[in-house]
Structures are given as structure tokens and as C-alpha cells.
């Protein structure tokens, strides 16, 4: 049973991290429905690292790129130097917001936002911030001429991820949409971005609840971060393939749905 505990888990992790409907919101609100407990602060960190494992992989080639042409100054080598430079500023905002949360309020998640009517209305705001950005016609930024100031707004965005419900995803690409991005590229931004973001959040939660840890059995959670890594595969393949052409609608419905099924449990 505790494996089975622990594949749920991967799954729901590694389906929801990329997608735009919030991870955080359904390893909670899954985790109840199904009737096994809500995986906590340490199992949540360590399988998280599966997600980032897999965008590591799955943008491999973009990345390792980068040190094949560090002795190149051409302009592909430039443009990977700009963006590892955008990465480091748009992460800026979520370790400044989410540090001070953490530090001086260390319990308001739990108290507050961590409720269902909580997330189930965080639901609702978001699948309207998707609506607007799905509808914006504005499209001009891309990965090849977007200024620093673009990465900072993202990364601004990025930082309300810290709220349940929310999405980093979902608030990275609809920011990006709304700011003029192409679909394509502010899909690979969001998830480039989201490697020292997850990685961060992961390690502070480990830290923090280190005590947790040594309740664990390592096999089950073994299963957990590997069902992590290839659902984490899947969904960053799908939302490239499907996000390019059609948008953020069938998620704004998700949403929606997501939202209404947790009022109607409460």
C-alpha cells in the first residue's frame, strides 16, 4: 500500500508541475479524495526533485550546449549567456518573497492557505488570469530578443507560486502571454526558470523538515521520485506539443472543474 502511497504521489507531482493547475494544490486535495494522507512538507521535497531532474534532461541538449560554445563568443553563445543571466534574475523574486514568508511567518501556508476553499478559490482566480493571457494577440517577445526586464516581470510572477493553488507554470506562461511572448518560448522559458526555483523550494522544505525524513522508507520513496521523473517527461512533452497551437483553454476548464469539485466536497 505504501508504494502505491508513493506512485500517487510521483504521479500527481510530475503531472501537475508543468501543467498549469498547481502541484502543490493537488498533492493535497488528490491525496484526501483518495483517502491517504497529504504527503507533507518531506515527502513533497524529495519527489519534487524528480521534476526537476526531468526538465534537466528533457532541455539536456539546450543546456550542455552551452558549454560546448563557452569558448565561442558567437551570438548562440551570447544568447545562452543572456538567458542563464535571465534565469538568475527571475529567480531573484520567489527566493526574496518566499524567504520572508518562510522566516517570519513559517506557518501561514498551513494555517491559512493551505485550506480547500482556499485553493479552490485561488482556482478560479487563475483559470480568469489564464483566460486574459489565452486572449491577449499582442506577440512579439521571444527567446531571441526578450530584454532582462521581461525575466524580471516573470520571475515577479513566479514568486506568487509560493500560495497554494496558484501554478508556477500557470502564472510563468499567462505573465509571458499577456506580456507579448510566443507561446513556444514562454512555455521553455517557464520551465527553464523553474529548475533553480523547484530546486530551492525543495531544499528549504527538506531542511525544514529534515525530523520527517528519517520516518520515511526509502524504496517506496525511490518509486515516488522515479514516477516523478517520466510523469514529469510526459507532461513537459505534452504541454510543448499541445500549448503551441491551442492555447491555455482546456486547462481554464480544468480549473474551473478543479475548483467546483472541491467546493462541492468541502
Do not use: C
Not at 532541455?59 to 535571465?86: A, E, M, P, Q, V
Amino acid at each position: 500500500m505504501e508504494y502505491l502511497e508513493f506512485i500517487l504521489y510521483g504521479l500527481i507531482q510530475g503531472l501537475t508541475e508543468f501543467i498549469p493547475v498547481s502541484s502543490t494544490a493537488h498533492l493535497k486535495v488528490i491525496s484526501l479524495f483518495f483517502g491517504v494522507d497529504d504527503p507533507g512538507h518531506s515527502v513533497s521535497a524529495i519527489i519534487q526533485m524528480g521534476s526537476v531532474l526531468a526538465v534537466i534532461w528533457y532541455f539536456r541538449k539546450d543546456i550542455f550546449k552551452l558549454k560546448r560554445l563557452s569558448s565561442k563568443k558567437n551570438f548562440n553563445y551570447l544568447n545562452y549567456k543572456k538567458l542563464l543571466k535571465s534565469i538568475f534574475i527571475g529567480t531573484l523574486p520567489i527566493i526574496l518573497l518566499g524567504g520572508t514568508i518562510k522566516f517570519i511567518f513559517p506557518y501561514f501556508f498551513d494555517s491559512v492557505l493551505r485550506s480547500n476553499i482556499s485553493i479552490a478559490v485561488v482556482s478560479f482566480l487563475m483559470a480568469i488570469y489564464m483566460y486574459i493571457a489565452d486572449i491577449a494577440k499582442k506577440v512579439s517577445i521571444n527567446l531571441k530578443n526578450y530584454n532582462y526586464s521581461d525575466s524580471l516581470l516573470i520571475g515577479i510572477a513566479q514568486a506568487f507560486a509560493i500560495f497554494p493553488g496558484v501554478s508556477r507554470s500557470g502564472i510563468t506562461i499567462s505573465t509571458a502571454l499577456i506580456s507579448g511572448w510566443e507561446r513556444s518560448d514562454a512555455a521553455k522559458f517557464s520551465f527553464l526558470l523553474g529548475i533553480p526555483a523547484i530546486s530551492l523550494a525543495a531544499i528549504v522544505e527538506f531542511i525544514s523538515s529534515f525530523s520527517e525524513f528519517k520516518s520515511l522508507s526509502f524504496f517506496p520513496l525511490i518509486v515516488g521520485l522515479a514516477t516523478t521523473f517520466f510523469s514529469s517527461l510526459f507532461a513537459i512533452d505534452f504541454l510543448l506539443r499541445y500549448f503551441s497551437s491551442n492555447g491555455l483553454k482546456l486547462f481554464i476548464f480544468y480549473r474551473i472543474a478543479f475548483g467546483l469539485v472541491i467546493l462541492l466536497n468541502l
